[in-house]
């Protein structure tokens, strides 16, 4: 017993204006709006601190671009077609360099992997254990621990 369904395309609506992400328009709009009148402030005001104005409006201009950033990345229509999921849908062209790349990485990483284990073997000193060492430091001079101390011993994994 099999049942047909229909699948209508979904469309995407059309905004027009300032597009999606109004609220983050409007407050680089007022951010832009507020640092021009601070700084105008500064330039025409006659103050003593005028300096302080005018950078404060530059600040706040300059923060301005944070909003701009989020609208204009929120307004960027990306086509259905694109939106895949990445676990099982990867593009044909893109297969063979993901595995190659997987495949570089992997090896790198077990030889980076590999290279630190043998090298704790080969430094690991089990004759200095529990014996006094001395800490050097950038000034060359030595300084020995109290025997009275709790000694640490280093472990192998």
């Not at 099999?2 to 027009?16: C, D, F, N, Q, R």
């Not at 201009?61 to 849908?89: A, Q």
């Amino acid at each position: 017993m099999s049942t047909s369904v229909l699948v209508e395309p979904v469309m995407e609506k059309s905004y027009a204006g300032v597009g999606r992400c109004k609220c983050s328009f409007w407050f680089a709009v007022a951010h832009d709006i507020l640092g021009v009148l601070i700084m105008m402030v500064g330039v025409f005001g006659g103050l003593i601190i005028h300096d302080l104005f005018i950078y404060a409006g530059a600040i706040i201009i300059f923060l301005s671009l944070i909003w701009w950033v989020f609208w204009y990345s929120g307004n960027i229509d990306v086509p259905p077609e694109e939106l895949e999921d990445d676990v099982g849908k990867m593009k044909l062209k893109n297969r063979r360099l993901s595995r190659v790349v997987r495949r570089v990485s992997s090896r790198l990483s077990s030889r980076i992997r590999d290279s630190l284990r043998r090298g704790d073997r080969n430094n690991s000193n089990p004759v200095n254990v529990g014996t006094e060492m001395g800490l050097s430091t950038i000034y060359n001079t030595t300084i020995q621990s109290p025997s009275r101390e709790i000694t640490r011993d280093t472990l192998s994994v």
